[in-house]
């Protein structure tokens, strides 16, 4: 393995996945609820209005908070060599299994993984494994 040491960043990682934390940890403190990000987006498409104000805001940061980024630095270059079928297949199959394995990244992996839920440890498992085996294939047996 090799590091790319000139766009290695260690600092500006740890601070942001601090404020993930941060931000995870005020969300459950403040409604009692998950900040995983597909329960958030669905319980906007449900009818009922608990919790709506905070859901809206919570989404809108993520949204706002790359175009703040880009005021200090530059934003990387965001490329999808697999085209659009490839994309919209792969947001098709993340989001089956985010309704599958009950949750995403975000509600197993950070705030799952952190109250030591076992379903939340395996579901982050599956979904690192996953992961792992699709770049297997895609870079040394199809060579992407």
């Known amino acids: 393995m090799t590091i790319d040491w000139p766009d290695f960043t260690p600092w500006s990682s740890l601070i942001g996945g601090m404020l993930i934390g941060l931000a995870a940890s005020l969300f ?7 900040a995983g990000i597909s329960g958030l987006i669905g319980s906007l498409l449900q009818r009922s209005t608990t919790g709506a104000i905070e859901t809206v805001l919570f989404l809108t940061g993520l949204l706002v908070a790359p175009l703040i980024w880009r005021l200090y630095a530059t934003l990387p270059t965001i490329e999808f060599s697999s085209g659009w079928p490839g994309l919209v297949f792969a947001g098709l199959a993340v989001g089956i299994g985010t309704r599958y394995g009950a949750g995403c990244t975000s509600g197993h992996g950070v705030c799952g993984i952190a109250r030591l839920s076992p379903r939340s440890m ?9 992961g792992f085996a699709t770049v297997f294939v895609a870079r040394h047996l199809w060579g992407h």
């Open 122 to 130: 395996v579901a982050t498992g599956c979904f690192m494994f996953s």
């Open 28 to 34: 459950i403190v403040a409604n009692g609820r998950i």
